[in-house]
């Protein structure tokens, strides 16, 4: 019987260096960010800070529930919803129009472009973009949509373009060598291997939308934003309570949903 020895461990993979670099770049910006901003932590948690907190806190109780003030709130509730769902829709089209030129398929100068293009969109928030379209559109919640639309459609553009570059060429180049036109081996070939994450993307941009059109009418957007900081300059707190809990309803109800359809596409 032949003796069994063991087998020699092999050796263990080289450690990139740019990887430490990074790591100890990462956590002397955290410690820089600790050591210049003024935290008072001390302060926060004193007892006048927190009698104070309570009593502002006691004043939002209880919410302003009566019949007039509940209508004009679901109404504000549906104006914000179909703000983010418009904004939302809007930008998924633009960013599937971009994301073709953004994935190089129409050369590479082009990609160079429509990425900076989407680098703008996306680079500035939403409410410096209602800022400035409410100077063109005026108050109310077109100016809001738009604002959604820009931001989302820089977001979406990049997403697409990435899920496409990402995509397994082999069965469009297949048609292609088959005689399938471009158009025709991107639709039944590319398309549908990243519709799913597509998808995906453009519930999660919504969710977040949602959020954000909730804010926007702090600057004169429309929707529940509009009610909440009118209501607060006017320290009627029990009337903000309610556009609060409003605003909690609705992202609770577009999350489940959002997850519910999520689910289903992963399936």
């Given amino acids: 019987m032949s003796a069994v020895y063991p087998r020699a461990m092999p050796a263990a993979p080289p450690r990139a260096w740019s990887t430490a670099v990074l790591a100890l770049a990462l956590l ?32 939002f ?3 302003d529930l009566a019949p007039a003030f ?6 504000a509730t549906a104006e914000t919803l179909s703000m983010s769902a418009l904004g939302t829709l809007l930008a998924v089209a633009a960013g599937l129009v971009l994301a073709l030129p953004a994935a190089g398929r129409f050369g590479r100068p082009a990609r160079v ?9 996306r680079s500035i928030p939403e409410l410096v973009w209602a800022s400035i379209l409410l100077i063109a559109a005026g108050l109310g ?36 060598s088959n005689g399938a036109s471009a158009m025709a081996a991107f639709f039944y070939a590319t398309l ?17 939308n949602i959020r954000a059109a ?5 600057v004169g957007a429309g929707g529940l934003g509009q009610m909440l900081k009118y209501h ?26 959002s997850f519910a359809m999520r689910r289903a596409l992963t399936r």
Avoid: C
């Avoid at 509940?70 to 109404?75: E, L």
């Avoid at 472009?113 to 969109?121: D, G, I, P």
């Avoid at 909730?214 to 702090?218: F, W």
């Fill in 192 to 208: 549908p291997q990243t519709l799913p994450q597509m998808l995906s993307y453009t519930l999660y941009r919504w969710e977040n």
């Fill in 232 to 257: 607060l300059s006017l320290f009627q707190m029990r009337q903000a309570a309610t556009v609060i809990l409003a605003m909690l309803l609705l992202v609770a109800l577009v999350d489940a949903v």
């Fill in 61 to 63: 109780a209880p919410p």
């Fill in 141 to 176: 919640p077109f100016a809001g949509t738009l604002a959604l639309a820009a931001h989302t459609a820089g977001v979406l553009g990049r997403l697409f373009a990435d899920a496409l570059e990402n995509a397994a060429p082999a069965p469009e180049q297949s048609l292609r």
């Fill in 113 to 121: 472009l429509v990425r900076a293009l989407l680098n703008v969109l």
């Fill in 28 to 59: 002397a910006l955290v410690a820089a960010s600790f050591a210049s901003l003024p935290l008072k932590w001390g302060e926060f948690f004193t007892l006048q800070a927190v009698a104070s907190i309570a009593e502002f806190l006691a004043g």
């Fill in 214 to 218: 909730a804010i926007l009418g702090v």
């Fill in 70 to 75: 509940v209508a004009r709130t679901a109404w």
